[in-house]
């Protein structure tokens, strides 16, 4: 089945280090998303790609870096500038069609130690 | 600015009693309205996607409605497998970013 595969599930992160989270889908799309979830808080978007080798800023881009090589991968760093990284972290693609809305991934939790 | 609004914040429902979830929303022209089920730990799952006002859309025991100002998540005879936290979007009409609620956490004890 087709789907967006998000790795690690858990990723720890000491002070000062980058961490990247994964992103691989196979459902064909061109566009794709990286949002953060916070408790209570409603999803947030960080980057998008609408084509390969091309990304726009979200509203909280500060701190993150993304690259957009293939169609079938977007990997999202977290650098050491982004203060508060602790949260969960999910990556969409656009599903068009009957059903056209995201399709999610199943998050990374990231959490700083 | 988009914005979205979820009420209430949390729901505590006996099974089979039936109730409501509130999406309000400003957007500048609505390509399209989204409710999404969210389980703990886990990534959202699609529900339904509304494009205008007056459309309804059903799935089991979940019915979803949309005005011009606000949508409705209906929940009927729920059952405790519907615990979950759902999660309304809107995207603009000339944009692919959706802004999302903080969602409506629902809980139904057997």
């Known amino acids: 089945d087709g789907g967006i595969t998000q790795s690690p599930k858990y990723l720890f992160r000491k002070e000062g280090q980058n961490v990247t989270l994964s992103c691989e889908q196979n459902?064909?799309?061109?566009?794709m998303y990286w949002y953060r979830q916070d408790p209570g808080q409603g999803l947030r978007l960080i980057y998008y790609s609408q084509i390969v080798n091309d990304f726009q800023k979200g509203d909280i881009a500060e701190g993150y870096s993304v690259s957009r090589e293939k169609k079938e991968s977007f990997p999202l760093t977290v650098t050491s500038a982004q203060k508060n990284p602790t949260a969960f972290y999910l990556c969409a693609s656009i599903r068009t069609g009957e059903n056209y809305g995201y399709t999610f991934g199943s998050g990374t939790r990231l959490t700083v130690v | 600015e988009d914005q979205v609004t979820q009420s209430p914040e949390a729901l505590r429902l006996q099974e089979g009693e039936s109730s409501s979830l509130n999406c309000s929303y400003t957007v500048s022209g609505l390509r399209g309205l989204f409710w999404y089920r969210q389980d703990p730990g886990k990534g959202p799952e699609f529900l339904f996607t509304?494009?205008?006002a007056g459309e309804e859309k059903e799935k089991e025991r979940l019915k979803a409605t949309l005005t011009k100002k606000e949508s409705f998540l209906h929940i009927t005879a729920p059952k405790p497998e519907d615990s979950a936290t759902y999660l309304c979007a809107v995207q603009p009409a000339n944009d692919y970013k959706l802004s999302f609620g903080a969602g409506t956490t629902v809980t139904v004890r057997a």
């Open positions: 459902l064909n799309h061109d566009a």
């Open positions: 509304l494009y205008s």
